[in-house]
């Protein structure tokens, strides 16, 4: 469990926000946020700001509903934020959301941004059963934002147990 101090790491784990259905001829990695998917991106990232949730790097799938889920906080949080792009977290499993996540880098806070269920099992992983059931009593919602802190800087190999600093959503639970 994580101290109340500065963590020696923070996960977010944002789930792309509310998509349209496929148009015909558009594949599933095509898709893009609907309307209401637009305003959630927006919401989630100036609530985060609003609370002081700022990660050192993005790192986002390539599809393009979570491309547009993260461009939001570069705008709110600073023009600066690095959106890294990894076309392995859009077809991959937990691992290979561990592995990015987890890898060798100098920021010591980052967010990946991708799709369930893998976010959600990541989530459960981290966190356990219990914690992630309070947090998200009805699965992982659109545009979920979960902070993760870690007192050891976390591995692929070892990466420990995380404490719940947070979980934002852009609207009240069902």
Request: proline share 6%; with cysteine; hydrophobic share 40%.
């Amino acid at each position: 469990m994580a101290s109340l101090g500065i963590p020696a790491f923070r996960l977010y784990l944002l789930r792309h926000a509310r998509a349209a259905w496929a148009s015909p001829g558009q594949t599933d990695f095509e898709r893009v946020l609907d309307d209401e998917g637009f305003a959630e991106a927006e919401v989630i990232a100036e609530e985060a700001a609003d609370q002081g949730y700022r990660p050192g790097l993005v790192i986002s799938s390539t599809a393009a509903r979570c491309r547009q889920t993260a461009e939001p906080f570069r705008r709110t949080i600073s023009e600066e934020l690095d959106i890294d792009y990894a076309d392995s977290l859009y077809s991959g499993g937990v691992d290979t959301y561990a592995e990015i996540a987890f890898a060798a880098r100098p920021e010591t806070s980052v967010m990946i941004v991708g799709h369930n269920p893998m976010i959600e099992e990541f989530f459960h992983r981290l966190v356990g059963k219990e914690i992630a059931e309070t947090a998200a009593p009805f699965g992982y919602p659109t545009a979920g934002l979960a902070i993760l802190d870690f007192d050891d800087r976390p591995t692929e190999e070892r990466q420990g147990v995380a404490c719940l600093a947070g979980f934002v959503t852009p609207r009240p639970a069902a």
